[in-house]
């Protein structure tokens, strides 16, 4: 080429004009840019030569500001419209002619540019440039309109986040969510950590952002990995640092769907015909509700009799949710999806509508409710000789706590005799079941709670009110059982297998209380269900099913709908195969939920510990993990918490120790300990 002859080349994206200069051996040639940089370029890196006239390097800006008045991109539109119908191609230099009228170095090459930047009406054939039919044009239109709203909505949502991350309030667009949710889903793979055991990296590993995902932390120069995702949300003020990533991870339902709740408002105000036309008026009794002060649900009342005959008749009255639902409706298929309401630390996620859970389905003091009554005559040693079960209205007389019925029991309030005669028959059912084989093991219980920023933990005292309760519950359970027994009802049975647990002489060898008691849990057979009855070893029962939280857990529910349709002289439901099939369907779905509540209990001790890392604990060694390596499973009884520890010492079991948090971190599910030495506990005391 000509020395001075202008050529185009790229440096990177950058569009860059040169003037020839020299050969560079047999295929390169020398240029100079502007800024007066040389280039050693081969003829495939020139994309366009200027012809006709030759330039210094130092003309270069003058050419380039003539070549700007021509390059309106829109006068293209109308050149391709003169085009497209013959489809012909056209050179730089016949565009210019066809837009300019001139055919000078400077129109050809501006002809050039606004060919060769074009998307939208033509495409390149060689060194010339074809008209895209109008379909694609069309097509090409509506992807360039399509892309130019994502990039908008690209920026504003990035104005949105900026505005996030300053502490400001923020209303997210309906088009956002998709992006948050999807930063949500992957976010909670972190769950998995703790499920499987996974490391963080091993889980990124295996689990690739979505596109939608990678797109959004590399918007945000952020990285692309659940942990990043945690970690946006968190700076959002979407999600708290202690989001709970196992319920997000589950299929567990947190709403209710607008149909329910709009069906469950309905009934409210449009009360549905009683299909119980007979029920038993019991609002003459005395009805005692005993639950924790924090309870909603209330689903259970206790009443007691003398007969003319001088027997004592326990009542257990049991709320009837069956009045608002039939089987199948939105409400009760909503219910079977959710299986039970799930407790957590920070609340509860009930199986029913609040207005109704906590509404005309509980027993609520001072008010007529509807009930499923049981009524039950103890023998002098505790056994069932007779019992009656009805569809029935009562009328609880007392909310109490089970603190306040520990202090009536203690006191002897004469006023209230009842209290004392079902504790009486409650101690005589507990006694009956031990006769019969009933497996007793004692292990300390708490209760997590957060409330805002404050995280507490409470041992739940194993008194004479809440056994009185628990053997109620039981007692209940056999009869409901028995009934459908001796009527051929199928009914969710459960059952306990045998045990087999260590010989006396073995048992014996461990320390008295939690040591043994651990060594006795680990023997304990899973429970069983069953729509035949079953023997439940653990308690004692030949058989046995649970009809005491029908607003609480779905399997109870169940119990109600075939006992009651049964004494209404009905068809029963749920056949023996559409019972076990829902039967299987909803256990599967309360094996979840117990999990989460589980994982979610975890998390929160080990959060609890790590806010109290400078409290000394008192712990006792329960059971070797893994006696090799020493790892073992530890009992801190003022938390009722049992935790693994690594010992670099021997110990043996049922020693007690004092130990001191080292490391707790809930989200990786790791927490450590180091044994503090008596002196070393006394100058922390000092």
Not at 18 to 30: E, I, L, N, S, Y
Not at 61 to 79: N, R
Not at 100 to 115: D, G, I, K, M, W
Not at 338 to 351: A, E, K, W
Request: glycine share 6%; with cysteine; charged share 25%.
């Amino acid at each position: 080429m000509e020395k001075g002859t202008l050529v185009e080349f790229r440096v990177g994206s950058d569009r860059r004009l040169g003037a020839v200069d020299r050969p560079d051996g047999k295929t390169r040639t020398f240029v100079i840019d502007e800024r007066g940089q040389s280039h050693s370029l081969v003829p495939r890196q020139i994309s366009y030569t200027v012809s006709g006239e030759t330039y210094q390097p130092s003309q270069i800006p003058i050419f380039l500001k003539e070549v700007q008045g021509y390059l309106d991109p829109s006068s293209l539109e109308v050149a391709w419209e003169l085009l497209v119908d013959d489809g012909q191609t056209v050179t730089p230099k016949e565009m210019a002619n066809l837009l300019f009228s001139e055919t000078q170095p400077a129109q050809c090459y501006a002809a050039h540019c606004l060919l060769s930047d074009d998307k939208m009406y033509f495409k390149q054939k060689g060194d010339a440039y074809e008209p895209r039919t109008a379909a694609q044009v069309t097509e090409r239109k509506h992807q360039l309109e399509v892309e130019a709203l994502k990039t908008r909505g690209q920026q504003e949502f990035l104005e949105r986040v900026e505005q996030a991350l300053k502490g400001e309030n923020v209303e997210w667009q309906r088009h956002d969510r998709h992006r948050i949710e999807a930063l949500e889903k992957y976010a909670a793979l972190i769950a998995d950590t703790v499920r499987t055991g996974v490391t963080y990296d091993s889980l990124s590993r295996a689990y690739p952002p979505p596109g939608t995902v990678l797109e959004t932390m590399n918007m945000l120069s952020r990285p692309a990995t659940p942990q990043g995702a945690l970690q946006l949300l968190v700076d959002l003020g979407i999600w708290s640092v202690n989001e709970n990533l196992f319920l997000r991870r589950s299929s567990i339902p947190v709403q209710f769907p607008s149909k329910v709740v709009e069906v469950a408002q309905q009934r409210l105000e449009s009360i549905p015909p009683d299909l119980d036309i007979n029920r038993l008026d019991l609002t003459h009794l005395k009805v005692y509700t005993i639950d924790d002060e924090s309870t909603t649900e209330i689903d259970d009342g206790l009443s007691w009799e003398r007969l003319p005959d001088g027997r004592d008749r326990l009542w257990v009255h049991i709320a009837d949710p069956t009045r608002w639902l039939i089987p199948d409706d939105e409400l009760d298929l909503d219910a079977r999806k959710r299986g039970s309401t799930v407790y957590l630390p920070t609340g509860m996620i009930p199986m029913f509508p609040e207005v109704l859970a906590t509404g005309p389905m509980s027993l609520i003091q001072g008010k007529i409710c509807y009930s499923l009554s049981f009524s039950i005559i103890l023998d002098q040693h505790g056994a069932v000789t007779d019992y009656s079960i009805h569809a029935s209205l009562i009328k609880p007389t007392y909310r109490l706590t089970y603190e306040d019925v520990d202090e009536m029991l203690q006191l002897g309030v004469q006023a209230e005799p009842e209290i004392a005669a079902i504790a009486i028959g409650a101690e005589k059912r507990k006694a009956w079941r031990y006769t019969q084989g009933a497996i007793s093991i004692n292990m300390p219980e708490a209760t997590i709670k957060v409330k805002g920023d404050e995280v507490s933990i409470d041992l739940l005292q194993d008194s004479r009110s809440r056994q009185l309760v628990a053997e109620m519950m039981i007692v209940a359970g056999e009869v409901a059982a028995r009934y459908g027994k001796e009527n051929n009802i199928p009914l969710p049975f459960r059952g306990q297998p045998q045990p087999e647990l260590p010989p006396e002489e073995e048992l014996i060898l461990l320390p008295a209380g939690f040591v043994r008691s651990c060594a006795m849990r680990r023997c304990m057979p899973k429970s069983e269900m069953s729509i035949t009855p079953l023997r439940h070893a653990g308690l004692g029962l030949d058989t046995y099913t649970q009809a005491t939280s029908p607003i609480r857990r779905y399997s109870d529910l169940l119990t109600h709908f075939q006992i009651k349709a049964h004494l209404r002289g009905e068809v029963l439901p749920f056949s023996a195969e559409q019972l076990k099939e829902v039967m299987m369907t909803v256990s599967s779905i309360t094996q979840e939920v117990v999990m989460v509540e589980r994982q979610t209990n975890r998390y929160w001790s080990l959060e609890y510990l790590r806010r109290n890392n400078d409290e000394i604990w008192e712990a006792t060694v329960l059971m070797w993990l893994r006696e090799d390596s020493g790892l073992a499973l530890i009992l801190i009884e003022d938390l009722g918490l049992q935790l693994p520890m690594f010992f670099k010492r021997d110990v043996n079991l049922g020693d007690e120790i004092l130990i001191k948090v080292s490391i707790s971190d809930p989200q990786k599910d790791l927490i450590q300990f180091q044994e503090i030495i008596y002196q070393e506990a006394q100058g922390s005391a000092n």
